[in-house]
């Protein structure tokens, strides 16, 4: 009896063993700070001080478009992955609206790399193959990264992330990794894990504009998480302040402005908080869209998140923001609209400014 049980011990010890290696090598464990690739092509040239520049910030929904209710989306539809004909539909949209605003600065959330629930597309690289003449540097970070999920609704492979594509040279890129949500240690494994890509693009006087790029998770239960990652993201800014160095932050933060949470449905308020964590950040910073504008007579037109779900007939939220140091000036904004309602869950924000003079 005592060497059946030994052997049964040993026996679940080495299948313990197996799976923790086995989990191991199908995920990903990013460094908290990480050095990334730049692709930037000899000619692309430096900012200048006192130029103008327009800034484009959009969540892509890894090109799924709008005909569906994913089970993963608030409404809690029962699709689990768009055609390959809908998203060569969303990518031509994407590089047409691209295409006709001409950003010199496009920061892009949830683009996929190598998932199943996207036909294992390298997303960015077909839109660069649409958009190669006007954009000679980029950079990308994962946000979310797995060989293998063992959820029913993915089965799969992952790969999530932020893209920047930029007119003007990119001299280095980094990836900071942001607090993640409490998990257990499997499940931990697993989740996704949201950061920051910084861009650091040289100035001909030898200073730089530092690009942000984020893409916060939609809260799905109460806790500290949201309030961790905003303040994380305040304490970069502040650095970058505190050292006279511009800089612009875009992206989808799941966050709503001041008031907006009171204007939703009792059922739509489900992931948000009434007091907003986003307040640490425009409390101090310049951002688009204002609270102003959010809220205001005129929210509608910036009204930036169209959810998947059946009972909504349009936009009913903002989510999506550009915030910039106080060293920029800003010179117009918006958010484009009426013809990018079919194309993602999420409408692209554009602003343009002017670099500091000197």
């Not at 090109?63 to 689990?80: I, M, T």
Request: glycine content about 6%; some cysteine; aromatic content about 8%.
């Amino acid at each position: 009896m005592i060497r059946l049980l030994r052997v049964t011990l040993l026996s679940l010890l080495l299948i313990g063993t197996l799976l923790i290696g086995l989990i191991y090598s199908l995920t990903w464990r990013p460094e908290p700070r990480e050095t990334l690739a730049v692709s930037c092509s000899a000619e692309a040239a430096p900012l200048v001080p006192g130029q103008a520049l327009k800034v484009m910030t959009w969540n892509l929904q890894y090109l799924a478009g709008k005909r569906y209710v994913f089970w993963n989306d608030q409404a809690r539809g029962e699709d689990e992955q768009p055609t390959v004909a809908d998203m060569a539909f969303s990518l031509d949209e994407v590089a047409r609206v691209i295409r006709d605003e001409k950003p010199d600065l496009v920061l892009l959330q949830e683009v996929d790399n190598g998932a199943k629930a996207s036909a294992y597309q390298d997303q960015l690289k077909l839109l660069q193959e649409r958009l190669t003449d006007l954009y000679p540097c980029s950079t990308q970070a994962y946000d979310w990264k797995a060989d293998f999920i063992p959820s029913l609704h993915i089965f799969g492979s992952v790969g999530r992330q932020l893209a920047t594509l930029s007119r003007y040279r990119i001299e280095h890129a980094e990836r900071l990794q942001l607090p993640v949500a409490p998990h257990n240690i499997l499940q931990r494994q697993f989740q996704p894990r949201d950061a920051l890509l910084l861009s650091y693009l040289p100035l001909s006087d030898g200073g730089q504009l530092v690009a942000l790029n984020t893409h916060l998770e939609r809260a799905r239960r109460a806790d500290e998480t949201q309030q961790k990652q905003v303040t994380a993201i305040s304490k970069v800014l502040d650095k970058l302040e505190g050292r006279g160095t511009p800089w612009l932050i875009g992206g989808d933060f799941n966050l709503l402005p001041l008031g907006q949470y009171q204007r939703l449905s009792e059922g739509q308020r489900a992931p948000y908080s009434a007091d907003s964590p986003l307040h640490l950040l425009w409390d101090k910073y310049p951002m688009i869209p204002s609270n102003t504008q959010a809220s205001g007579v005129d929210r509608a037109r910036w009204l930036t998140h169209y959810p998947n779900d059946p009972t909504l007939d349009g936009p009913d939220r903002t989510v999506d923001y550009l915030f910039y140091s106080p060293r920029l000036k800003r010179v117009e904004s918006r958010v484009r609209q009426d013809d990018t309602l079919r194309i993602s869950d999420h409408l692209p924000v554009l602003a343009r400014f002017l670099l500091p003079a000197q």
